[in-house]
């Protein structure tokens, strides 16, 4: 949306201009982020095909990466925290963002902590990050906490990258084959039909199928695109609800492919986290908490949430965590009893976190040369038989002429 306003500046003079924003206190907050005083703002109606949806504006964990360092950097500074963020505002394109670090400033300058602002947007600020700013603000180490976050945000960034990289190749090439697969069945296939009708003979088996699919495809082709369509927005529904949540978080613990890296990627997650706030001085119980929320899988939540309960009842942590060694390593474990006895738990978990993370980075390394020669052998094969089904009954026509 877009505001015409009018207001005056320090010195008493009129200015006039115009502003986005998505809503009319939003705006209200940008121009005052000026250092001026509004005296009137009225919407200007935007033709319809000339709107900015907003919708589509996502806030990345880059953005908060930014936010975290450039806040870090003022706060150094001595710069006072809403001065920082009214700064930082001007400085940001994202205009979601802006706004909402506008918010966040306009409830510190009304004496709201920092973290308690921070926690108006859930979305984009999560509960462990929430967490180390308060512990950040009660020990006069916030430009600390936030140079931490910006790192801890950006390794997360970084894998996730190096994992949707890691996965475009075989997609890629997935469909492009679909695309070839269904141009051979949908116009070759015909004309090798007709072809081979005209000359009579045995079809073999290979073929009648292919001929079967491709004219499935040509009579009913929108039954099966309707079928598929259905199946991924039920399948896409249904992982969405707390029941399919937790049966794929199980699959993908289970599944011999994927439970040896997920496995890491959590065991990095939890002891990450959980290092870190007991190094910034929250409760262990509390620091469980927030970890089973971080780690972000249902069956790790739910064990996490017994063990703070076993911790809160006066019971020794790496105790509880042996009670389920399908999910923390015998490492991890051992590394939990040591922190315990010497008092220094967290530097201990982060022996870990270096130990997990080297290994986690040669998994994917492994899994990244795995999958070419496995798709060049699945794909290879599946050609085979589609080439195998086309050059045979030709082959049979001609030795029987």
Known sequence: ?????????????????????????????????????????????????????????????????????????????????????????????????????????????????????????????????????????????????????????????????????????????????????????????????????????????????????????????????????????????YFTTEQGRRALDEFILKAPFFKDFFEKVYVVRFAESLSTLISAGLPIVKSLQITGDVIQNSVYRDAIEKISEDVEQGKQMSESMKKYPHLFSPILVQMTIVGEKSGRLGSSLINVVRFFRAELERTLERYISMIEPFMIIVLGGLVGGLVASVLLPIYNVSMSM
């Open 1 to 237: 949306m877009q505001f015409y306003y009018k207001a005056r500046d320090k010195n008493g003079d009129m200015q006039m201009g115009e502003v986005e924003a998505s809503s009319k206190e939003a705006a209200f907050l940008v121009v005052q982020s000026y250092d001026l005083y509004v005296i009137s703002l009225i919407e200007k109606k935007v033709p319809f095909y000339k709107k900015d949806f907003a919708i589509f504006e996502r806030v990345s964990p880059k953005d908060i990466v930014m936010v975290s360092r450039q806040l870090a950097v003022m706060v150094e500074s001595k710069i006072p925290i809403v001065e920082s963020l009214q700064t930082l505002s001007r400085q940001i394109d994202q205009k979601k963002l802006k706004e909402k670090i506008l918010t966040i400033a306009d409830k510190v300058e009304g004496g709201m902590p920092l973290s308690k602002a921070l926690s108006a947007f859930p979305e984009i600020f999560s509960k462990f990050y929430i967490n180390m700013v308060k512990s950040g603000e009660a020990s006069g180490k916030l430009s600390e906490t936030l140079t931490y976050l910006a790192d801890h945000l950006e390794r997360e960034h970084e894998f996730k990258q190096k994992v949707t990289g890691a996965m475009f190749y075989p997609i890629f090439i997935l469909v492009v084959f679909l695309g070839i697969l269904l141009f051979l069945f949908i116009v070759i296939m015909p004309e090798l039909t007709d072809i081979l009708a005209d000359a009579g003979g045995e079809i073999p088996l290979i073929t009648q199928i292919v001929i079967a699919i491709s004219d499935f495809l040509v009579e009913n082709g929108w039954i099966a695109f309707v079928g598929i369509y259905s199946l991924v927005v039920f399948t896409i529904k």
